[in-house]
């Protein structure tokens, strides 16, 4: 399974930018099985949680992130977003989305957000 992340950018504080991690290399829906979670990392951080949703499509958020990020999937396309609303300059990272399938992890190479204020 590969993942490709993107959707990242440069935008104001306040604004929004939507987030998709892609799926290929799987043999139908892999979302029965798989956990999915973006993380993101800032410099000179770790790498921290964001959000996640269960093969039951339940979802958590990070608490520096609730009310303002929201996660989501399409089944059909193995694909999740993360559509993220009233941004700040402290959500400046690069973002990584993670599935993990029958307890193996597989990551996408990140996208960076920059949120100027």
């Known amino acids: 399974v590969q993942l490709q992340a993107f959707g990242g950018g440069l935008v104001q504080t306040g604004g929004s930018l939507r987030l998709s991690c892609a799926a290929s290399?799987?043999?139908?829906?892999?979302?029965?099985?798989?956990?999915t979670d973006w993380y993101r990392q800032a410099p000179e951080n770790q790498r921290e949680q964001v959000a996640r949703?269960?093969?039951?499509?339940?979802?958590t958020y990070a608490d520096s992130v609730k009310g303002r990020f929201t996660i989501s999937r399409d089944n059909a396309e193995n694909t999740v977003y993360l559509q993220m609303n009233s941004l700040k300059p402290e959500d400046t990272a690069v973002y990584y989305c993670?599935?993990?399938?029958?307890?193996?992890?597989?990551w996408g190479q990140g996208t960076q957000v920059t949120v100027s204020s």
């Open positions: 290399g799987a043999s139908g829906s892999i979302f029965g099985i798989t956990v």
């Open positions: 993670r599935f993990t399938i029958r307890g193996s992890n597989y």
């Open positions: 949703i269960t093969s039951g499509g339940y979802t």
